[in-house]
């Protein structure tokens, strides 16, 4: 079994955020891989990534990561569980429909959009008041804000290194709606953060109603990177039973 990770809005370097859990999840037999999302620069210095134009300054949009998942599935044949962080949520409903590969999938502090809905339509289409939307078609993340609402209950130098990580991403994404929703056919889990201090736990509880399965557990925004060897029992026992 192989987990792959799609990582949140607005960040880079999806290997870093999950870099904590590669470890212990192979431990126990899970090996795990991540996926970058074309609809996010990939450079400190702010440039494009090479490839869609749609979403904003040269970046893809929700179908080019839907697509950029997919592809990471058609690798091997071996049976995957797909775990979609904050905004991925959107990106793995979609892109694990139909696929003979997916056996479950781990929403973590996201949403579960049915088939027509966007991200925007399930959580408001204002901004929140940590978002910096720009002219030029893209969004991004209030550096201060991380550190009070993302990753407060990780060690200075893990927030710093996550702030060092923001980058702008296509705003469209966020109004795209899902084509097709995975979570229909394949069984779903969902974890509430309790400590989230950017997605309240009971908003999270909300969002999870299509879950086929809703676990709490207590850590922030990005589990994997305060409480990683916690984390990774979890999701070994989540994805066990599979």
Do not use: N
């Amino acid at each position: 079994m192989r987990l792959i990770y799609v990582h949140g809005a607005c960040v880079r370097d999806g290997e870093w955020w999950w870099h904590r859990m590669v470890g212990p999840l192979a431990e126990a037999g899970l090996r795990s891989r991540t996926v970058a999302l074309p609809s996010c620069r990939d450079d400190v210095a702010g440039g494009a990534v090479p490839g869609g134009i749609a979403g904003g300054a040269g970046l893809g949009d929700l179908y080019d990561d839907v697509d950029a998942v997919r592809a990471v599935l058609d690798e091997d044949d071996e049976p995957a569980v797909l775990l979609g962080h904050s905004y991925s949520g959107v990106v793995i409903t979609e892109a694990g429909a139909g696929h003979p590969a997916v056996r479950r999938l781990l929403y973590v502090s996201s949403v579960m959009p049915d088939v027509g809905e966007s991200q925007g339509a399930i959580v408001g289409t204002d901004p929140a008041p940590w978002l910096d939307p720009s002219a030029d078609g893209t969004i991004g993340v209030q550096p201060d804000s991380v550190r009070q609402l993302f990753v407060q209950d990780c060690d200075g130098p893990t927030q710093d290194a996550a702030v060092g990580r923001l980058t702008r991403q296509a705003m469209t994404v966020f109004g795209q709606p899902v084509r097709a929703a995975a979570w229909r056919d394949v069984p779903s889990t969902y974890v509430v953060c309790t400590d989230d201090l950017a997605i309240p736990a009971e908003a999270q509880r909300e969002r999870a109603k299509h879950a086929t399965q809703l676990v709490e557990f207590a850590a922030g925004h990005h589990p994997f990177l305060s409480r990683p060897e916690d984390f990774a029992g979890l999701l070994v026992d989540v994805v066990a039973p599979g």
